[in-house]
T-cell receptor
């Protein structure tokens, strides 16, 4: 069974631009969540979607948004990029609540 | 902010030795998961232990959980050079929600 797939793996954007990252969960998984990893702040939860509804949200500004489609695939968007948004963005999926959460390889975003 | 702290921050051992990493967290949990991360890569799930479990094994891995002390430990026996990675604990809150709170990680180096 394929794992969590994230695209693109690497990207470089300019300050002020926006970016969209994509995630395909493990087949059958309906929960998709997103995390940001930086050297300074470590791994931080962004938001979780389940059946196309945002179920939980972390403490990030409104520039960070996401959505989930009917096939459970998810996208996250960051608008008006800042240098501090440079990070590894990780997508994770799970079947339901309270179970094993599997992560993808991540998308490396560099903002210049 | 991150919920957990891991100790030590870095650990260097010889191949064949055992490695023990500790994780402390702050609030009541539903479960605790351990992950491995190779440099620049995604998170690989190692083991999940539920709040009503005290010990769990998987191959060369042994995880303990002490909810009264809000702490967990990961033991890797007979370490190999391929175990070189960062190890993170992550907790899910009592509601069972899928937003994980990560520790700061332990950087393990296994010297051949």
């Amino acid at each position: 069974k394929a794992g969590v797939t994230q695209t693109p793996r690497y990207l470089i954007k300019t300050r002020g631009q926006q970016v969209t990252l994509s995630c395909s969960p493990i087949s059958g998984h309906r929960s998709v969540s997103w995390y940001q990893q930086t050297p300074g702040q470590g791994l931080q939860f962004l938001f979780e979607y389940f059946s196309e509804t945002q179920r939980n949200k972390g403490n990030f500004p409104g520039r960070f948004s996401g959505r989930q489609f009917s096939n459970s695939r998810s996208e996250m968007n960051v608008s008006t990029l800042e240098l501090g948004d440079s990070a590894l963005y990780l997508c994770a999926s799970s079947f339901g609540q309270g179970g094993t959460i599997y992560f993808g390889e991540g998308s490396w975003l560099t903002v210049v | 902010s991150q919920q957990g702290e891991e100790d030590p921050q870095a650990l260097s051992i010889q191949e064949g030795e055992n490695a023990t990493m500790n994780c402390s967290y702050k609030t009541s949990i539903n479960n605790l998961q351990w992950y491995r991360q190779n440099s620049g890569r995604g998170l690989v799930h190692l083991i999940l232990i539920r709040s009503n479990e005290r010990e769990k094994h998987s191959g060369r891995l042994r995880v303990t959980l002490d909810t009264s002390k809000k702490s967990s430990s990961l033991l890797i026996t007979a370490s190999r050079a391929a175990d070189t990675a960062s190890y993170f604990c992550a907790t899910g809150d009592q509601t069972g929600a899928n937003n994980l709170f990560f520790g700061t990680g332990t950087r393990l180096t296994v010297i051949p």
